[in-house]
């Protein structure tokens, strides 16, 4: 089957591929390992992930994505190769059309550089279009609709925080916050708490089993290892979800700051359709527990996750190249 198009989520924790048919046909982390001597591509993805904070001096494993825009340009580069790759074949009569997701708040240097590398990785053309109008249209929001809609899409590297009226975008921000800062607040509370060190997988694993954005009256505990700053060995503690929940509180209050920033600048007539419709929340931040009540209890807004968070932005550049030439009009940003 020949592939024509390719929509890439290009998220600082995550690339997620669809292909119009197939649906989506790659998830993997957005990791790269090249060898320093020869600055040669090892592993991306899931065999690269395996190798973070586990490399010998000569081998680096890093994220080349940052905030959500591109911080190293030449393993992003070999990373959107790899992918095409892997979906178009290496040698293929046509180059795909890419579109590629990116956050609001972006700057036109940054945006040209996702689609020059997206071309010199052997895109045919690349659009890029902003996450939010992304996340909605995969959402199910009707985006189309003179009405105000508004989307909280907290990622790896950013939360974006979108109202959407009549096909575009009325008031957003993009806040550089995002589940990575939460597992990077999670990792330092236990090191001044307990002196133990442990790595972003671990602290990943402690946001995602016992984290809740509220303190919650039943606690949930977990044993996590790590090494002990102190004497240098491996060591054991045991955690309640009560400590997660106020180790991640400044990041939390940075991403309702966000929002009510984007509720200030938001017309009075399509914050009435907010108030009534209520705010929704995509991306892998959606899933901390208890975090739309959180939202709610602070802002006085009804919120709710949507379904399958995580796939709300991919899901929705599925929807955006099935019907290019509407979309191609509409929400895409010129180079």
């Not at 929509?7 to 790269?32: H, Y």
């Not at 109202?163 to 236990?190: E, F």
């Amino acid at each position: 089957m020949l592939v024509r198009k390719i929509g890439i989520d290009l998220g600082t924790a995550n690339v997620l591929v669809f292909v119009p048919g197939k649906g989506i046909v790659a998830n993997e982390p957005s990791v790269v390992a090249i060898t320093l001597a020869e600055n040669r591509v090892l592993a991306v993805g899931n065999d690269a992930k395996e190798m973070l904070g586990r490399t010998p001096d000569t081998i680096q494993a890093s994220r080349p994505m940052k905030d959500g825009v591109i911080a190293d340009y030449k393993i992003t580069e070999a990373m959107l190769k790899y992918f095409i790759n892997k979906v178009s074949g290496k040698f293929r009569l046509i180059r795909p059309e890419v579109m590629i997701s990116i956050p609001v708040g972006v700057t036109s240097t940054e945006r040209r550089a996702v689609v020059d590398a997206a071309v010199r990785a052997g895109a045919k053309a690349a659009y890029v279009v902003k996450e939010p109008m992304l996340a909605a249209i995969g959402a199910g929001i009707p985006i189309a609709n003179p009405s105000g809609n508004m989307i909280i899409n907290i990622g790896g590297g950013t939360s974006e925080i979108a109202v959407i009226s009549l096909g575009g975008i009325v008031s957003a921000t993009s806040a550089r916050v995002g589940g990575n800062k939460i597992d990077q607040a999670i990792s330092d509370y236990i090191k001044r708490k307990y002196s133990l060190a442990i790595g972003d997988r671990t602290a990943e694993e402690v946001k995602i089993t016992i984290g809740s954005a509220i303190a919650q009256v039943k606690e949930e505990y977990m044993d996590i290892r790590g090494r002990d700053l102190t004497g240098g060995l491996p060591k054991t503690v045991k955690i309640s979800s009560n400590e997660v929940t106020e180790a991640i509180q400044d990041e939390l209050r940075e991403i309702i700051n966000a929002i009510k920033k984007v509720l200030q600048t938001t017309p009075p007539e399509l914050a009435a359709d907010i108030m009534d419709k209520g705010m929704v929340l995509s991306g892998g931040g959606a899933l901390i527990k208890n975090l739309d009540a959180l939202i709610t209890k602070t802002i006085g807004v009804p919120s709710y996750v949507a379904d399958d968070p995580l796939f709300c932005v991919i899901k929705g550049i599925g929807i955006a190249l099935e019907n290019l030439d509407v979309y191609k009009r509409t929400i895409m940003l010129s180079k």
